[in-house]
T-cell receptor
């Protein structure tokens, strides 16, 4: 079982909908990440939170809005998405961003379809 | 940022065969990791291996940091080994992991 939990596993939404993806970890990690993965491609970094503060935004469109309510939780709010945003969204955590010698642990992902 | 290249891109094996996957990176990395993504999309961290050799069951990995490459060995492959294997290195400029394009492995019974 993964120690990073993502909900929901699957999500279908229309282009006018607002939805949220949720991620939770209880390993005491202080860095959390959102990745986007298209079919047959590697994961692409979207956002990094370090100690609950946004430290990296990889020029992600504003229709994706991350939130880190506390050190264990990470949300990704979705609004006015496009069909090309359909992908597997992966949450990950590590001990510390500055502590670069720590393994990255992924959740099982949310498979998002935008209709 | 660093560049990470993996080879081969695709690999088909018969069950029981051995294989070696390679990861080359463009600059020195402090944090080289290998992941396995199963057909259901789950990404599992196999090794954190900035240098040296580690073994975990039928899998082992070796990183030669001075020559900028890492190898993943799979012995006595099983159908459950199928999926995509990614290596990733820490990009000190971006302060994040950069993934290679992956090796897609299919193990046939």
């Amino acid at each position: 079982d993964t120690e990073v939990t993502q909900t929901p596993k699957h999500l279908v939404m229309g282009m006018t909908n607002k939805k949220s993806l949720k991620c939770e970890q209880h390993m005491g990690h202080r860095a959390m990440y959102w990745y986007k993965q298209k079919a047959k491609k590697p994961p692409e970094l979207m956002f990094v939170y370090s100690y609950e503060k946004l430290s990296i935004n990889e020029s992600v469109p504003s229709r994706f809005s991350p939130e880190c309510p506390n050190s264990s939780l990470l949300n990704l709010h979705l609004h006015a998405l496009q069909p090309e945003d359909s992908a597997l969204y992966l949450c990950a955590s590590s001990q510390d961003v500055a502590f670069y010698n720590s393994p990255l642990h992924f959740g099982n992902g949310t498979r998002l379809t935008v209709t | 940022g660093i560049q990470v290249e993996q080879s081969p891109p695709d690999l088909i094996l018969q069950e029981g065969a051995n294989s070696t996957l390679r990861c080359n990176f463009s600059d020195s990395v402090n944090n080289l990791q290998w992941f396995h993504q199963n057909p259901w999309g789950q990404l599992i961290n196999l090794f954190y291996i900035p240098s040296g050799t580690k073994q975990n069951g039928r899998l082992s990995a070796t990183t030669v940091a001075t020559e900028r490459y890492s190898l993943l060995y799979i012995s006595s492959s099983q159908t459950t080994d199928s999926g995509v294997y990614f290596c990733a290195g820490w990009d000190t400029g971006r302060r994040a992991l950069t993934f290679g394009s992956g090796t897609r492995l299919q193990v046939q019974p």
